[in-house]
């Protein structure tokens, strides 16, 4: 039986280079996310219940659309990089790689579909 170091074990396995800035795209999007729910809980849930013709009219004010669209796009991508991160631990080798592919597709798709859906009714 070899007895190894921590160290050992680590040389010639190289570094991901990424873990420093993933940690803290996932920071700020945590806090981004943090000011955004709250104003979006508000602005959208005054105009819940309304027609059609009430909410187009909410939304095509800039603060309630700046406010639904930017909680979108931070909310995927939030999203997408912590689902990322569950996937690269418990999924490996090519299945790896195509579960990554198709959950960036769903995400960056979600989140086109919110803003489009906003801005369908805000224009």
Sequence with gaps: MRYLTDRKRATGMGSAKTGAHHFWAMKVSSVGLLILMPLFVCTFGSALGDDYATIS?????PFPAIIAILTFIVGFKHFNDGAQVLIEDYVHGTAQKITLILLSCLSY???????????????
Excluded: D, E, S, T
């Excluded at 009219?57 to 004010?61: F, K, P, V």
């Design 57 to 61: 009219a909410y939304y095509q004010r």
């Design 109 to 123: 798709a979600a989140m086109a579909a919110g803003v489009f859906a906003v801005a369908k009714i805000a224009l």
